[in-house]
């Protein structure tokens, strides 16, 4: 129904976004090197354009992460759709899913395109922190138009109700944190 939407996405500036695992793995915190391994360990066709760039693939969907070191910012992104494609009724859907299905990841809209979009304070970001992040934003580009989830928790209080798509975000920790 949406189609992937592939831009250059360095051109984004990134942004803080809330940290939730505790820092059991990784203590030194997260470096170029060791999200280089995990990506890795689970993408496929992995690129970097540039220092601290990937794009790369989870079950399909082309997905980019972008750092910005100095800054300790980092962002994971699945561009959906162009938004001149989507109805508007879907504009009010994508806030209500924010709210309460969306998790870590949420909607976002740059540059004329929905994007699904984690971001995070690099070097606090913890390796089960990143490959979520990556589960959940692919997971947003699957459920649109759908269940809306990121696949982790449905708050309650919420305008929506749906199945939660859990499954991805098992795997990919599975995978990445065996490394």
Request: aromatic share 8%; net charge neutral; with cysteine.
């Amino acid at each position: 129904m949406f189609r992937i939407v592939a831009v250059l996405v360095s051109l984004l500036v990134c942004v803080n976004g809330p940290a939730l695992a505790d820092r059991s793995d990784n203590e030194d915190g997260m470096t170029i090197a060791r999200m280089n391994d995990l990506i890795d360990a689970v993408g496929y066709t992995v690129t970097r354009p540039a220092d601290g760039q990937w794009r790369f693939r989870i079950e399909g969907i082309p997905v980019f992460v972008v750092t910005d070191t100095r800054a300790n910012r980092m962002r994971i992104l699945v561009g959906i759709t162009k938004t001149e494609s989507i109805p508007e009724t879907l504009f009010r859907r994508l806030m209500q899913a924010n709210f309460d299905t969306t998790l870590d990841a949420r909607y976002a809209i740059a540059r004329d395109i929905v994007w699904a979009a984690y971001l995070h304070m690099f070097k606090s970001l913890s390796d089960a922190e990143f490959l979520s992040g990556i589960g959940q934003t692919v997971n947003l580009a699957r459920t649109i138009g759908k269940t809306y989830s990121s696949g982790g928790i449905a708050y309650g209080g919420g305008d929506s109700s749906g199945i939660i798509e859990r499954e991805l975000i098992e795997k990919l920790l599975e995978k990445g944190l065996a490394i």
